[in-house]
Antibody
Framework: EVQLVESGGGLVQPGRSLRLSCAAS????????MHWVRQAPGKGLEWVSG????????AYADSVKGRFTISRDNAKNSLYLQMNSLRAEDTALYYC????????????WGQGTLVTVSS | DIQMTQSPSSLSASVGDRVSITCQAS??????LNWYQQKPGKAPKLLIY???NLETGVPSRFSGSGSGTDFTFAISSLQPEDIATYYC?????????FGQGTKLEIK
């Protein structure tokens, strides 16, 4: 069974850092690009960042560029998001999602981890 | 950056109705357009990929069409379990943009 399980969310003060993790199982992890997508409370979906299967290509939304860093460890079947200089507007449910190699859609999503940035 | 404009933002229809949602890209995106369904408290679910391909296991009452800049998502006969928010999405070369979403309600 395919599973993507996010963790690492929580309450953090503005300006501080947080590291999210996404543990993958039930499929060959390095056959997929991986992404982070977030959803602020009551709002729509916002793509955050993506990483290719071998970490050779990485992309970020303008809203997080320079503050967030995506990475993956294929040996551990894990995806990460290091979030620095957090702002109130980063408050959201953060999902990880996968894209099959050569495809252009997110075919499976995790259930998300909630990040709340507040003093 | 490519912008995706989705409409309407909300829609109320009766069981059995045909409903449709449109998504317009700010530039030609070929057929790189996907549609997702999100029910309250749940993760999004892929319904349609590459503009018109039905994801495995998705009921055939869902469909998608279009290419270039204009795309349409339709439900041929609305069912109570279709109550959700629907999003279009463009994805290309590791970058992605979502439409604003359409909240579908039963009249």
């Amino acid at each position: 069974e395919v599973q993507l399980v996010e963790s690492g969310g929580g309450l953090v003060q503005p300006g501080r850092s947080l590291r999210l993790s996404c543990a993958a199982s039930g499929f060959t992890f390095d056959d997929y690009a991986m992404h982070w997508v977030r959803q602020a409370p009551g709002k729509g979906l916002e793509w955050v960042s993506g990483i290719s299967w071998n970490s050779g290509t990485i992309a970020y939304a303008d809203s997080v560029k320079g503050r967030f860093t995506i990475s993956r460890d294929n040996a551990k079947n894990s995806l990460y998001l290091q979030m620095n200089s957090l702002r109130a507007e980063d408050t959201a449910l953060y999902y990880c999602a996968r894209v099959p190699f050569g495809e252009s859609h997110f075919d499976y999503w995790g259930q998300g981890t909630l990040v709340t940035v507040s003093s | 950056d490519i912008q995706m404009t989705q409409s309407p933002s909300s829609l109320s229809a009766s069981v059995g109705d045909r409903v449709s949602i449109t998504c317009q890209a700010s530039q030609d995106i070929s057929n790189y357009l996907n549609w997702y369904q999100q029910k309250p408290g749940k993760a999004p679910k892929l319904l349609i990929y590459d503009a018109s391909n039905l994801e495995t296991g998705v009921p055939s009452r869902f469909s998608g069409s279009g290419s270039g800049t204009d795309f349409t998502f339709a439900i041929s006969s609305l069912q109570p379990e279709d109550i959700a928010t629907y999003y279009c999405q463009h994805y290309d070369n590791l970058m992605s943009t979502f439409g604003q979403g359409t909240k579908l309600e039963i009249k």
